[in-house]
C-alpha cells in the first residue's frame, strides 16, 4: 500500500508564497514523474507542473516563471514553490505520483487528497 500526504496549503494574500509538500511512504520500490495538479470550481483540474526522475521539469503556462518544483527522492518527496500568488491560482492542489511498487513490481499511479490554496485579500 502506498500513501500521499500533502501539507502547505493555506490563505495568502496576492503576491505571497506558499510551499506545498507531498510525501510518499509504503510499498515504493522506485518513484518516476512526479506531478502537481490544480482543481477549482471553474475549472477541470489542470497539471500544474512535473518533475522525472532526472529533474527534467515542466510548468503550465499560467504558473511560469512563478512556481518552481523540486523533489528529494531520499524522502520520496515532491515540493511546489509558489511566489507572487494570484487569486486564480486558488484551487485544491493534488499530487500525482507514478512509481513501482516493491511488492509486486507494477508500476501505479497514487493521487494525494488535495490540499486547498486560497489567495485572496
Known amino acids: 500500500q502506498v500513501q500521499l500526504v500533502e501539507s502547505g496549503g493555506g490563505w495568502v494574500q496576492p503576491g505571497g508564497s506558499l510551499r506545498l509538500s507531498c510525501a510518499a511512504s509504503g510499498d515504493i520500490y522506485t518513484v518516476y514523474t512526479m506531478n502537481w495538479y490544480r482543481q477549482s470550481p471553474e475549472k477541470q483540474r489542470e497539471l500544474v507542473a512535473s518533475?522525472?526522475?532526472?529533474?527534467?521539469?515542466n510548468y503550465a503556462d499560467s504558473v511560469k516563471g512563478r512556481f518552481t518544483i523540486s523533489r528529494d527522492d531520499a524522502k520520496n518527496t515532491v515540493y511546489l514553490q509558489m511566489n507572487s500568488l494570484k487569486p486564480e491560482d486558488t484551487a485544491v492542489y493534488f499530487c500525482?505520483?507514478?512509481?513501482?511498487?516493491?511488492?509486486?513490481?507494477?508500476?501505479?499511479?497514487?493521487w494525494g487528497k488535495g490540499t486547498l490554496v486560497t489567495v485572496s485579500s
Open positions: 518533475i522525472t526522475s532526472i529533474g527534467n521539469t
Open positions: 500525482h505520483v507514478d512509481l513501482k511498487r516493491y511488492s509486486d513490481f507494477e508500476v501505479s499511479h497514487y
